[in-house]
């Protein structure tokens, strides 16, 4: 498999994680979701959750099985946000390590094409979902928008990069 392959998101939301639509995961047969944490469900200034994600956690919750795997070695911090939504989690996952992530895909006890992995990063939440063989999408992240906060381009460095290893990012 190619660097390129590695990096392509099975779909492209173009839009932040609460875009993530019913009808989408029944159209991809998935029944389960891994959830990155930073930037893709709250931003990494901030441990509340919002009450439209709240909202979206339960419209899915009925449809797939959740569960968060963060990169984020702040136990306290993950925790948190997990307990908030009534979900299982792992921190310090180490992705694009795929071995924390194996242990919330085993858990599910469901065919790997049956989870997505849903992520704002391409070289830690797409790789890693392609490694195992999930389906991935990418999603807009969650910045916080507050006067004084910084914004880094980590993303657009991982877009451009992933364009010169031959990944196509349109959005679907």
Do not use: C
Not at 3 to 16: R, S
Not at 96 to 105: N, T
Not at 153 to 166: A, D, F, K, P, Q
């Amino acid at each position: 498999m190619t660097w390129g392959n590695l990096l392509q998101p099975d779909l492209i939301l173009g839009d932040a994680v609460i875009g993530l639509k019913p009808e989408i995961l029944e159209q991809n047969h998935l029944r389960g979701l891994v959830l990155d944490v930073d930037e893709t469900l709250v931003p990494i200034t901030r441990s509340q959750v919002s009450e439209e994600l709240k909202q979206w956690v339960e419209s899915i919750r009925p449809l797939a099985t959740i569960w968060l795997v963060s990169n984020n070695i702040s136990n306290a911090r993950i925790g948190t946000i997990a307990q908030t939504l009534d979900l299982p989690y792992i921190s310090g996952a180490g992705k694009p390590s795929r071995r924390k992530l194996r242990r919330a895909v085993d858990a599910m006890n469901l065919p790997m094409s049956q989870i997505g992995m849903v992520g704002d990063r391409l070289f830690t939440d797409v790789l890693a979902g392609n490694r195992l063989g999930m389906f991935t999408i990418l999603v807009e992240p969650m910045l916080d928008s507050t006067p004084g906060s910084t914004l880094y381009s980590m993303r657009s460095l991982e877009v451009w990069l992933s364009n010169i290893l031959g990944a196509s990012f349109k959005p679907d």
